[in-house]
């Protein structure tokens, strides 16, 4: 096997260690705009029945614009393994150990979500070390939508 076929050499981004995260250091997920569509897919594999996901005359009559998209649906967005920040830590990445999240805004079908984390936190341990981003989702608007923290374990 050559050094181009090597999947072990195949590399979106360079690979960074623990020691050489900074805080305040931003990474971001390419953007997404939820479609109707996306909204209903995920009703069906959540099985979230509530009419404010899928029903667009129940979503007006209690004053929304459009269907609304499910919470998780919209934390989905900041699955770090979906932008640069995982490629970065690559293989010193050793586990997703918990998130929290807080939802701002209602997110609707039709909306553009920016998300973004940011390292608030950096933990040596003895033999690892807990990398604690801000995980952030803008709309197209600059609303702030949803805000928590997500905490991975990393060999240093």
């Known amino acids: 096997m050559t050094e181009r076929t090597n999947p072990r050499s195949h590399q979106i981004v360079a690979t960074r260690g623990f020691a050489e995260l900074e805080l305040g250091e931003i990474f971001r997920n390419?953007?997404?705009?939820?479609?109707?569509?996306?909204?209903?897919?995920?009703?069906?594999?959540?099985?979230?029945?509530?009419?404010?996901?899928?029903?667009?005359?129940?979503?007006?009559?209690?004053?929304?614009?459009?269907?609304?998209?499910?919470?998780?649906?919209?934390?989905?967005?900041?699955?770090?393994?979906?932008g640069p920040l995982a490629h970065v830590i690559g293989e010193d990445l050793i586990a997703f150990l918990d998130q929290s999240s807080r939802f701002l805004k209602p997110v609707y079908a039709g909306d553009t979500l920016y998300p973004e984390f940011e390292i608030v936190e950096l933990k040596p341990q003895k033999s690892t070390g807990v990398l604690v981003v801000e995980a952030r989702i803008f709309n197209q608007s600059d609303e702030k939508v949803m805000e928590g923290q997500q905490r991975y374990l990393m060999r240093l």
């Open 30 to 82: 390419p953007s997404r705009t939820l479609t109707e569509a996306q909204l209903l897919a995920f009703q069906a594999v959540s099985g979230d029945n509530h009419p404010i996901h899928y029903d667009i005359e129940y979503c007006r009559a209690h004053g929304h614009r459009g269907l609304l998209a499910h919470g998780l649906q919209v934390l989905s967005q900041a699955a770090a393994g979906a």
